[in-house]
């Protein structure tokens, strides 16, 4: 019997995702002091209130905007102690995250080394490592982590800044798959100390960074 062909879409994105992404948007181009209110943009955005207050929430919660009163916002002005802090937590668990994955995924896992192979060029790498390492809590905090604004690349040379964090990436996933939990961790080390620095001098540069979201190895502007 013919059940017909599976349905591959992709499933539908979630409104208060969209809400995210469309402020996110929003505030990219907008000025530091930007100031967010719920009602005006889910009227701008044509959505109901409840994805547009969801993404408001996240975004205070991610430190990328604070609240003001009632329902307005303001957009926050990154500082290289964000920056700077941001990243020591990620060196606490993605180094731990990278060993675990070469102890726990074996050779002959082809599925999980092509993820991560596939992966390699863009800052999803992290999230596919966290959730490989078989630690369910420590992918969720890497998950978290890795999709911050705080880890966001704005300015320089994209694709430069790609090939550059996928060659990294790269080495991370051999040493995987000759379950090297040393160098594994030695080496998300180095890397994620590379992007702190490119990170910190990025908002330290007069006129480049001012206020912006800046780090992270995706390769693209997604600054705030």
């Known amino acids: 019997m013919n059940a017909g062909p599976l ?10 995702e969209q809400a995210y992404r469309m402020v996110m948007e929003r505030l990219a ?3 530091p002091g930007q100031r967010l209110v719920e009602q005006e943009l889910a009227d701008a955005l044509a959505m109901s209130r409840t ?16 609240r003001t009163s009632g329902r307005s916002y303001v957009r926050r002005e990154v500082n290289l102690r964000d920056v700077s802090d941001h990243y020591d937590l990620r060196l606490l668990f993605e180094p731990e995250a990278a060993a675990l994955c070469a102890l726990r995924v074996p050779p002959c896992d082809a599925e999980a080394i092509r993820e991560m192979e596939e992966s390699a060029g863009c800052a999803d790498f992290h999230r596919v490592v966290g959730t490989a390492c078989g ?11 890795s999709a911050s604004p705080l880890g966001r690349p704005v300015g ?3 694709l430069a800044l790609t090939e550059a964090r996928r060659s990294e ?5 051999d040493a995987v798959r000759s379950r090297n939990a040393g160098a594994a961790a030695t080496v998300m080390h180095e890397h994620l100390e590379d992007l702190r ?15 912006r979201i800046v780090g992270g190895c995706g390769g693209r502007e997604e600054g705030i």
């Open 169 to 173: 990436h790269l080495r991370i996933v």
């Open 156 to 158: 320089g040379d994209a």
């Open 197 to 211: 620095a490119e990170a910190l001098g990025t908002l330290a540069t007069p006129g480049r960074g001012r206020g």
């Open 29 to 31: 181009s907008g000025p």
């Open 135 to 145: 630690n369910g809590a420590l992918g969720l905090v890497i998950e978290i982590l």
């Open 51 to 66: 994805p547009v207050r969801e993404a408001l929430r996240r975004l205070a919660a991610e430190g990328v905007i604070r």
């Open 7 to 16: 349905n591959s879409a992709a499933p539908p994105v979630p409104l208060a």
